[in-house]
């Protein structure tokens, strides 16, 4: 143990707070709140605090931060807030957690949208959800819009810029906001009660389109009275899909887990007026050695810290001793009390144990998923070093790819897979300015030498500094030529180098004057392919930006009185080149800090109506 932290060791507090413990670079491992900081913070370092992998946690260390609170509730919120703040690499994540998709509901807008998203942290948004996949949603999506005729149209004001309404109109799937159809008022109501059916709330709109139906069959309105049956029978499927009625339960989040090694699953049974609306399932990882206790605060603080609300109620399982710290997180965020407690009989005993069993199959299931995912990349592996005749497993695969139009806009991309799974982190851009016309040979060579002159010249990144076992460059023979003369030139270590072309997907190697071909279903030729096409979309991409950012310079070039930063408020403003050419004098006036003589100016430019 370093010295410098024996003396913050011995001078820590006795009460309530959080702990952030810090590497030699200052980045943040781990936040933990304790009851007593002294004597949780000081079991770390005491053979370990009993934890699997609090051994090389200890061994990092080197400086330890406390903040005291006056409660451990206090603690608790202090410490969701660092977690998200640092995302300290031996706290419990929860996995994949913003692919989840969501419904929704603007209401910072004028007139609501209701969409589906996979983010959850804009103001005046209320979300619900997640689902467990992005089909149900969209279905569910579909469904509501034929029955409450929200806008479908995107952006935060409705409608197109000719003022016609478009198509939806027309087939009773919007009330046409953008022409004043409705107005504002009526159309809140209409988002109150999407609001409400997904809320739970599904009975009040089944018994107003049985009233509508049958006012509509009364005065023999008979196609208008099917159109709302229609509707009727939309929203019972909707409905109907949810679990059985238990009344009696009322409305509350069951939550059950199950742990094995570094992996732990939770499934949130969502009951609202007792019926079950849906089911969630999460993984969580690095919870090795964690107790029950600790993986649900740590699910809770992440799951209902970004929820639109908490129900009245949260069943746990019977792991968990203390609920009421949590009790106490989950009231303030309702806004109410909330409770917490593990239920020993009954209905809702009965409901853990089904979330428990339903986490078990999750967990399992995710297992063999990944036993079966790394067994395949495993195969491709040794099928590439048998293939390619490799010293060594290709652990380490980079690829490089050239993007351009015509010679415009020439860029290279580097993406990276590592044990046969992409490492995101290590991606990297080359912009080629060296070349003028099209010579993907050339700007393969640049790209190439540049890598690997950062590797050469002792750089920190771990994306340059990390020696390859392959190289994958995409095309022929000329590309491999290039990729190889870049790398002599520099006397580096030996690395294995080939090519993969495209139309027959024919690979390359030095020295062999035929291509290997490989048979289209090789776990080796997929892993390449996919390695190449990966790095072909990072390099399209970055070609786009480029060339888009060209194209708005370009559009801007000439144009009386807009500078740089005027460009900048205009684009924030419209939000893409083409809402900005398509706006009205009005609309440009309505630009902040663009004075109205230079809109005028602007949009007589853009329309060659001469100047004002």
Sequence with gaps: MRENLEGKLQALPRGPGVYLFRDEAGDVLYVGKAKSLRSRVRSYFQRGDGRMGSAQLSERIADVEVIVTRTEAEALHLEQNLVKRHRPAFN??????????????????????????????????????????????????????????????????????????????????????????????????????????????????????????????????????????????????????????????????????????????????????????????????????????????????????????????????????????????????????????????????????????NAQLALESDAAIRDAARSRRIAALEELREVLNLESLPLRIECFDISNIQGESIVASMTVFVDGRPKNAHYRTFAIRSLEGQDDVGAMREAVSRRFARAREGELDESFSKMPNLVVVDGGKGQLAAALSAMEALDLPRVAVISLAKREEEVFVPGFPAPIVLDRSSPALQLLQRIRDEAHRVALRYHRRKRGARSMETIFEGLPGVGPVRRRAIIRHFGSVERFLDASQEELEGVPGLPQKTARDLYAQLHKAGPS
């Design 92 to 357: 419990v994540r929860l996995r994949d957690d913003k692919s989840f998709p969501y419904i929704a509901v603007t209401l910072s807008d004028e007139y609501p949208r209701v969409m589906f998203t996979r983010e959850r942290h804009r103001r005046g948004t209320v979300y619900f959800g997640p689902y467990a996949n992005a089909k149900k949603v969209r279905e569910t999506l579909d469904v509501l819009n034929r029955v409450f005729r929200f806008r479908p149209c995107e952006g935060p004001r409705p409608g197109r810029h000719s003022g016609i309404p478009c198509l939806d109109f027309h087939i009773d799937r919007c009330f046409a906001p953008c022409i004043a159809a409705i107005s504002k008022e009526d159309y809140g109501s209409v988002i109150e009660g999407v609001i409400g059916f997904l809320s739970g709330d599904t009975q009040t709109i089944q018994a107003e389109l049985t009233e509508r139906m049958r006012e509509a069959a009364a005065e023999e309105r008979f196609e208008e009275a099917a159109r709302y049956r229609n509707r009727l029978f939309s929203i019972r499927h909707l409905a109907d899909r949810q679990a059985a009625d238990r009344r009696d339960v009322g409305s509350v989040d069951v939550i059950g887990l199950a742990i094995a090694g570094n992996q732990a699953a939770v499934q949130v049974f969502p009951l609202r007026d007792g019926k079950m609306i849906d089911r969630y399932g999460f993984h969580l990882e690095n919870v090795e050695g964690e107790d029950a206790q600790s993986i649900i605060e740590a699910f809770v603080l992440e799951y209902y810290g970004a929820a639109p609300s908490a129900p009245p109620e949260v069943l746990v399982p019977g792991q968990i001793a203390d609920t009421d710290v949590l009790a106490e997180f989950l009231s303030e965020r309702r806004g109410s009390r909330v409770v917490v407690r593990t239920p020993l009989r009954g209905e809702k005993r009965r409901l853990v144990e089904l979330a428990a069993e």
